[in-house]
């Protein structure tokens, strides 16, 4: 779709995944110095936000420079909110809680949505003709 080599989009992967190796405990600090809350809530706004508009300037005009601008800001956005996210499910859980239903529902439920995203994302594109709707819905 962004008509990008493999080498480029493989690379950009990799850096994806090794930043957020850096993102994740980041927010989990960030997190015990002002809140989980704060944090959740801000990235979720940042999220909104930004997802179409950074979606949209990617799909414009392709290039290696586009994508890892684009995905580093996911990852960054994706790391901090995972790593804050983790440290508020387990505040939550009541202690008696076996942790492996905790980790069952989650999968369950990441599990579902990962599952439908691929088809979602293409049926929006599809049926808007829009390459950076995915980032609405």
Request: with cysteine; net charge positive.
């Amino acid at each position: 779709m962004l008509k990008l080599s493999t080498p480029d989009a493989l690379t950009v992967t990799l850096l994806v995944a090794i930043t957020n190796f850096f993102w994740n405990p980041v927010g989990g600090a960030v997190s015990d110095r002002i809140g989980r809350k704060p944090v959740l809530l801000t990235i979720a706004t940042l999220s909104l936000l930004t997802a179409y508009p950074a979606l949209h300037w990617l799909v414009a005009d392709p290039s290696f420079g586009k994508l890892l601008a684009v995905e580093m800001m996911f990852s960054f956005y994706f790391g901090v909110y995972s790593g804050t996210m983790l440290g508020a499910l387990v505040e939550i859980v009541p202690a008696a809680c076996p942790h492996h239903l905790l980790l069952a529902g989650l999968r369950a439920g990441r599990g579902t949505v990962r599952t439908f995203t691929p088809f979602a994302s293409t049926l929006l594109i599809d049926k808007t003709g829009d390459k950076a709707s995915p980032a609405t819905g």
